[in-house]
């Protein structure tokens, strides 16, 4: 179950991270930061690590967007 819920959260924040990559939107990036860290902490209480490596993975989007743009832009 936990899996589950850590692919949905991750897919969700995929939505909210895809459009920040637009010069500008960056900002967005910030509130999908906390939905990645609970589908992360979701994925690791789960015997199963799908949904934890996927929420990995939409991080280091966000991270590097944001490490690129300064953290703002």
Not at 5 to 28: E, M
Request: proline share 4%; hydrophobic share 60%; net charge positive.
């Amino acid at each position: 179950m936990g899996n589950l819920l850590a692919y949905l959260l991750g897919l969700l924040s995929l939505v909210i991270v895809i459009p920040s990559q637009i010069p500008l939107l960056g900002w967005g990036n910030w509130f999908a930061l906390p939905v990645i860290a609970l589908g992360i902490a979701l994925g690791a209480l789960s015997s199963r690590t799908g949904g934890r490596n996927f929420c990995l993975v939409v991080l280091l989007i966000a991270v590097v967007r944001l490490m690129l743009g300064g953290g703002f832009i």
